[in-house]
T-cell receptor, first 112, second 109 residues
């Protein structure tokens, strides 16, 4: 069974631009969560989608948004990028029955 | 407030020197306790899920245990390839995932 995939793996953007990251969950998984990981803050929860609906949301500004499609694939968007948005963005999916999340390899975003 | 605390923050071991990592949790309605391994620049890799006090899981040199207040990840005779950050995560009754800050393990040859 294929794991969680994320594209692109690396991105370099400049301040003020916007970016869209994509995540494909494990086949059959209906829930996708997004996390931001930085050396200083560790893993921070952005939001979770289940069956195309946002189920939980973390404490991030409205510049961070996401959506989930009917095939469970998810995208997150960050508008008006700031230097502090440089981070590893992780996507995780889980089936629900075991609560176990499986993470993708991440997208490394660098904002210059 | 739900909280997960891991200790120590960093640990250096000689190859073959067994030790334990600690994860203390305060979570209302604990649904599950998870351990992950993360290598630099990569996504966390799932290791174990524990659901109830007294439960134990093993995989190669790793063994995870759970009590009502904490979980331990025991590493027996570690090798340099076990060097990584180990993350402890708890889920609450509201499907929230509470992450610890991790223990950075370095095993020296």
């Amino acid at each position: 069974k294929a794991g969680v995939t994320q594209t692109p793996r690396y991105l370099i953007k400049t301040r003020g631009q916007q970016v869209t990251l994509s995540c494909s969950p494990i086949s059959g998984h209906r829930s996708v969560s997004w996390y931001q990981q930085t050396p200083g803050q560790g893993l921070q929860f952005l939001f979770e989608y289940f069956s195309e609906t946002q189920r939980n949301k973390g404490n991030f500004p409205g510049r961070f948004s996401g959506r989930q499609f009917s095939n469970s694939r998810s995208e997150m968007n960050v508008s008006t990028l700031e230097l502090g948005d440089s981070a590893l963005y992780l996507c995780a999916s889980f089936a629900g029955s075991t609560d176990t999340q499986y993470f993708g390899p991440g997208t490394r975003l660098t904002v210059l | 407030e739900d909280q997960v605390t891991q200790s120590p923050e960093a640990l250096r071991l000689q190859e073959g020197e067994s030790s334990s990592l600690n994860c203390s949790y305060t979570v209302s309605g604990l649904r599950g306790l998870f351990w992950y391994r993360q290598d630099p620049g990569k996504g966390p890799e799932f290791l174990f899920t524990l659901y109830s006090a007294g439960e134990e899981k093993e995989k190669e040199r790793l063994k995870a245990t759970l009590t009502k207040k904490e979980s331990f990840l025991h590493i027996t005779a570690p090798k340099p390839e076990d060097s990584a950050t180990y993350l402890c995560v708890a889920t609450s009754g509201t499907y929230k995932y509470i992450f610890g800050t991790g223990t950075r393990l370095k095993v020296l040859a």
